[in-house]
């Protein structure tokens, strides 16, 4: 009980700092989310509400990263696997990581309901927090921005939510 407590809370002054975040001036800001021990940035933004993992209907004959479907405070999303999309290989715990886990919608400006599963979530980030690795001269796809550290040291990948919406590959769900 106390857990559920603390997600609540957690959850709450999450909602609150982002909330801020949108309406102070205008600096780079970021949600950090972790799947499959890696760091990834959402666009402050891009990115919608945060949902704890619900059921989610299987829908036939759509790619392995496409889990399906789900009620998310009554609207239909879709809901895809971050890191299974991206190819990140995992041994990962799924009976450990369910209870972490949420659902990040994308910002309802950006006009698709879906919802990208993430392990679990590493609060709100800004610019001021991270330095900008060097680019490297490998291609990447257009949703892909840049690559940050933080003061730990943490490697973090921007993942530019309004890029991937529109991006053929994500939206080409049938197999």
Request: with cysteine; aromatic share 6%.
């Amino acid at each position: 009980m106390a857990k559920k407590q603390a997600l609540r809370e957690l959850q709450a002054r999450l909602a609150e700092r982002m909330q801020a975040a949108r309406t102070q001036e205008r600096i780079m800001s970021w949600l950090a989310v972790e799947s499959a021990g890696r760091g990834f940035l959402f666009p402050l933004p891009q990115a919608g509400e945060i949902f704890p993992m619900v059921p989610v209907l299987d829908v036939p004959h759509t790619q392995g990263w496409f889990l399906g479907v789900a009620n998310l405070r009554g609207g239909l999303h879709s809901v895809v696997d971050l890191t299974s999309f991206l190819g990140v290989k995992t041994d990962r715990d799924t009976s450990a990581v369910r209870e972490q886990s949420r659902l990040v919608t994308f910002s309802s400006a950006l006009n698709i309901n879906c919802a990208l599963l993430v392990d679990r979530l590493a609060g709100l980030r800004n610019v001021q927090q991270l330095v900008a690795e060097p680019a490297d001269e490998k291609p990447r796809p257009t949703f892909v921005g840049g690559a940050w550290r933080d003061g730990d040291g943490r490697a973090w990948q921007e993942i530019k939510l309004v890029e991937l919406a529109n991006d053929p590959q994500f939206l080409s769900i049938v197999t």
